[in-house]
C-alpha cells in the first residue's frame, strides 16, 4: 500500500501523559499536513511541513505541541501533559506542492 | 479569511434517487480550489472532487459533480444515483492556491442512504 499512514490508529491516555503520533506520507510527496478533527466538526489545520522544514503554524498549536519531519521523510506529533480537551481525530496529509492532499486513516487520541 | 458553510447537517434519500449537498464560501483570493471529501464511519477523508477557481466547466467524477456558481459562492456537490455506501459525512473543503494551501473545511453533512 503506499498511500499515507498513521500509528497508532487509536490512543487512550491519562491527562498529563505525552503522546506521540507518527505519519508515513506518500514517498514522493514533499508537502506533510498536520490537522485536528473533534467531534461533530469538520478538520482544522494545525501545521505543515515542505520537506523538513515547518513553515506554517496555526493558533491552535499550543506551546505543549511540536512537530518533526527530520529528513523530510516520516513526521511525528507530540503532544505534552495532554489535557481531556486534547482528544480528538488527529489527521495527516500528504501532497506534492499545489497537488491534492492525500489523506492518512488518523490517530484518534482519548484522553482520560 | 477563508470561511466554508454547510447548512445541512444531515441529510436523509432513497436509494437510487439523487442528492445535492450544499456549500457555500467566502474568500477574498481571486484564485481557489474548491473539494468534496468523504468521511465513513473508519475516519479516513477520501477525495471525491475539485473544482478551480478559474474552471469554465463544472468538475464532474463518475457519479459525482460539482454545481459550481462562482457569482453566488456555492459549490455543491451533486450525487447521482445514491448507493448505500454512500452514507457517510461529507465535507466541503477550500485550499489556498499560493502559501501553506491549507485545507479550511466546513462542519460537514451526514448522508443516510436508505434502502
Known amino acids: 500500500d503506499t498511500g499515507v499512514s498513521q500509528d497508532p490508529r487509536h490512543k487512550i491516555t491519562k491527562r498529563g501523559q505525552n503522546v506521540t503520533f507518527r505519519c508515513d506520507p506518500i514517498?514522493?510527496?514533499?508537502?506533510l499536513y498536520w490537522y485536528r478533527q473533534t467531534l461533530g466538526q469538520g478538520p482544522e489545520f494545525l501545521t505543515y511541513?515542505?520537506?523538513?522544514?515547518?513553515?506554517?503554524k496555526s493558533r491552535l498549536l499550543s506551546d505543549r505541541f511540536s512537530a518533526e519531519r527530520p529528513k523530510g521523510s516520516f513526521s511525528t506529533l507530540e503532544i505534552q501533559r495532554t489535557e481531556q480537551g486534547d482528544s480528538a481525530m488527529y489527521l495527516c496529509?500528504?501532497?506534492?506542492?499545489?497537488?491534492?492532499?492525500?489523506f492518512g486513516p488518523g490517530t484518534r487520541l482519548t484522553v482520560l | 479569511a477563508q470561511k466554508i458553510t454547510q447548512t445541512q447537517p444531515g441529510m436523509f434519500v432513497q436509494e437510487k434517487e439523487a442528492v445535492t449537498l450544499d456549500c457555500t464560501y467566502d474568500?477574498?483570493?481571486?484564485?481557489?480550489?474548491l473539494f468534496w471529501y468523504k468521511q465513513p464511519s473508519s475516519g479516513e477523508m477520501i477525495f471525491l472532487i475539485y473544482?478551480?477557481?478559474?474552471?469554465?466547466q463544472n468538475a464532474t467524477e463518475g457519479r459525482y459533480s460539482l454545481n459550481f456558481q462562482k457569482a453566488r459562492k456555492s459549490a455543491n456537490l451533486v450525487i447521482s444515483a445514491s448507493q448505500l455506501g454512500d452514507s457517510a459525512m461529507y465535507f466541503c473543503?477550500?485550499?489556498?492556491?499560493?502559501?501553506?494551501?491549507?485545507?479550511?473545511f466546513g462542519q460537514g453533512t451526514r448522508l443516510t442512504i436508505n434502502p
Open positions: 474568500t477574498s483570493d481571486p484564485s481557489y480550489g
Open positions: 496529509a500528504s501532497s506534492l506542492e499545489y497537488g491534492e492532499q492525500f
Open positions: 511541513f515542505q520537506n523538513e522544514a515547518q513553515l506554517e
Open positions: 473543503a477550500m485550499k489556498e492556491i499560493q502559501g501553506a494551501q491549507k485545507l479550511v
Open positions: 514517498s514522493e510527496h514533499n508537502r
Open positions: 473544482q478551480g477557481s478559474y474552471d469554465q
